[in-house]
């Protein structure tokens, strides 16, 4: 399986991004898809993650309220919109899967990830 993350760039303190990934099998909708980040000198952290069976999310506390995921099986795409966003945002955002899986919060359960999209929070 192979993902391939975009979307990140540069944005002000309170504004909003929406990353994607898109992927190349052909039986998206059976993987649960997450997103992590990685922030300089911080290990990989849990930001979302969408089931395979349900379409039922979780979100990390720090950016409940503010982020939403969701994904389109028709597309093979996952995405991950961002709102209020805070320079403490600021990361390599990575997106995950793994095969007919339940929600995991950590990242050695997932099996695939994309190659990653710096989101920079800065005035």
């Known amino acids: 399986v192979q993902l391939q993350a975009f979307g990140g760039g540069l944005v002000q303190p309170g504004g909003s991004l929406r990353l994607s990934c898109a992927s190349s099998?052909?039986?998206?909708?059976?993987?649960?898809l997450g997103w992590f980040r990685q922030a300089p000198g911080k290990e990989r952290e849990f930001v979302a993650a969408i089931s395979w069976s349900a379409g039922i999310t979780n979100l990390a506390d720090s950016v409940k309220g503010r982020f939403t995921i969701s994904r389109d099986n028709a597309k093979n795409t996952v995405y991950l919109l961002m709102g209020s966003l805070k320079p403490e945002d600021t990361a390599v955002y990575y997106c995950?899967?793994?095969?007919?899986?339940?929600?995991?919060?950590?990242?050695?359960?997932?099996?695939?990830w994309g190659q990653g999209t710096l989101v920079t929070v800065s005035s």
């Open positions: 995950a899967a793994r095969y007919r899986g339940s929600i995991q919060f950590s990242p050695t359960l997932f099996n695939y």
């Open positions: 099998t052909g039986v998206f909708s059976l993987y649960t």
